[in-house]
Nanobody, 123 residues
Framework: VQLQASGGGLVQAGGSLRLSCAAS????????MGWFRQAPGKGREFVAA????????SYAYYVKGRFTISRNNANNTGYLQMNSLTPEDTADYYC?????????????????WGQGTLVTVSS
């Protein structure tokens, strides 16, 4: 499956953005989906994940309560709604897909990755 992430941009602290991950090529609905991010000079870190049918969701502690992951299998798209953004959320954000419901926070277990979309939060 091919993934295309979009929706990044520049936003002030406290603002919101919604990222999208459009899937094509294979049946998106069979894959678990995750969002990861990588800040300049840092490693890739887990943000959130959602199971193939949307009934299993997990978040990293540093985004829980501010970010919401969702998906619409009818239009092959996943989403990450980000609220109350802080400068620490500045990073390239990546969506990923795979069969990974048991360890959703482990990036190596995802088979497909989109390109990053840059989120910059100004103070």
């Amino acid at each position: 499956v091919q993934l295309q992430a979009s929706g990044g941009g520049l936003v002030q602290a406290g603002g919101s953005l919604r990222l999208s991950c459009a899937a094509s090529g294979r049946t998106f609905s069979v894959y678990d989906m995750g969002w990861f991010r990588q800040a300049p000079g840092k490693g890739r870190e887990f943000v959130a994940a959602i199971s193939a049918k949307g009934n299993g969701i997990s978040y990293a502690y540093y985004v829980k309560g501010r970010f919401t992951i969702s998906r619409n299998n009818a239009n092959n798209t996943g989403y990450l709604q980000m609220n109350s953004l802080t400068p620490e959320d500045t990073a390239d954000y990546y969506c990923a897909a795979g069969f990974n419901s048991r360890n959703p926070g482990v990036s190596d277990l995802y088979d497909f990755w989109g390109q990053g979309t840059l989120v910059t939060v100004s103070s």
